[in-house]
């Protein structure tokens, strides 16, 4: 069975950092492109970072410089690293994987390009 499994998530001071995990099962994990996307209540679902086999392109602006997407093929596992975290990040978080070996880089933060979703995680940035 196809199936994306986020953890990590949970409550952070601001100024703080946390790193998602998102175990991947069911597929040939190494010829997906795998994005993080986050989705605050009343909002809509919005992308955060794409990888592909070897390397990511691009950030959302609200996290350039303080989030890094990364990838384990060996071990069937997507990242999010999280740094200098701020209120506004609070959000469930989602990894996504697309089966197209290449996606051209304006649709790679677009929800609808992707057909696997994990069950999300929750982040908090609290003090």
């Known amino acids: 069975e196809v199936q994306l499994v986020e953890s990590g998530g949970g409550l952070v001071q601001p100024g703080g950092s946390l790193r998602l995990s998102c175990a991947a099962s069911?597929?040939?994990?190494?010829?997906?492109?795998m994005s993080w996307f986050r989705q605050a209540p009343g909002e809509e679902r919005e992308g955060i970072a794409y990888?592909?086999?070897?390397?990511?392109?691009p950030y959302a602006e609200s996290v350039k410089g303080r989030f890094t997407i990364s990838r384990d093929n060996a071990r069937n596992t997507l990242y999010l690293q999280m740094n200098s975290l701020k209120p506004e990040d609070t959000a469930m978080y989602y990894c996504?994987?697309?089966?197209?070996?290449?996606?051209?880089?304006?649709?790679?933060?677009?929800?609808?390009?992707?057909?696997?979703w994990g069950q999300g995680n929750q982040v908090t940035v609290s003090s």
């Open positions: 990888i592909n086999r070897d390397s990511s392109t």
């Open positions: 996504a994987a697309s089966s197209r070996s290449w996606i051209p880089i304006s649709w790679r933060l677009s929800p609808t390009t992707y057909r696997t």
């Open positions: 069911g597929f040939t994990f190494s010829s997906y492109g």
